[in-house]
């Protein structure tokens, strides 16, 4: 299983009472190995695009992330586990009050490497200077200092991220939706079905509305 660190969608720093490790990928990692009496060995990478990038060499058997056309590429998918709204992080340094202010050339926005924003930003805030970051590390890092002016990516990174830097502050608009799902290698013929099967029994059984308490996500699409 493919993780990578920061976001309750995969895998945060490990619970102080239980001492075990949360977030929404890890849990549903290590159920479905359960499911299938194997071994679980979660690989925890920097950032998303180091996940991505083993999924595509076939280095990992398991993924839970964002099921984009892209993606879908290279990864076999299952079902919509859950879907997140996408928004925007102002740094607490930022003087911009609304949405409609972004759209400025000498605002900076972020995002991540390997995340679909360097596809769909230019169209939303064609003016503003784009800055590409290596993890939620540095996107944190240049928000404190006011090289960035805001943040974008999914509202379940932006609210962690928040929760690291003082007198940042998430915006209230949606500009999108993530659908997450787990996934496997093209290669893995037939998982599509045992992967949807499970989703399905996690679902029935109330047990994945309790991984997704017990992560403590925020930003999830209501609709």
Known sequence: M??????????????LVS?????????LGRDLSIKLDVKYSPVVFEKN???LAAVKK????????????????????????????????????????S???????KVSIGYSMGSNSARELPGLIPNATLVQTTSTKQAIELLKSGELDGFSSNKAILYEMAGSTPGSRVLP???GYENLALGTPLNRNGTTEQLNLFVDEITASGKLKTIIERSGIQGLATK
């Open 58 to 97: 076939g280095e990992v058997d398991l993924v839970f992330t964002n099921a984009s056309a892209d993606r879908a590429q290279y990864i076999q998918f299952s079902k919509t586990v859950i879907q997140i709204e996408k928004g925007y992080l102002l740094g607490p340094r930022s003087k911009i009050n």
């Open 19 to 27: 001492g075990d490790p949360r977030g929404i990928g890890y849990e």
């Open 173 to 175: 608009v949606v500009i």
């Open 99 to 105: 949405p409609s202010e972004l759209n400025q050339q």
């Open 2 to 15: 493919a993780l990578y660190k920061g976001t309750p969608t995969s895998i945060l720093p490990a619970n």
């Open 49 to 51: 695009a180091d996940v």
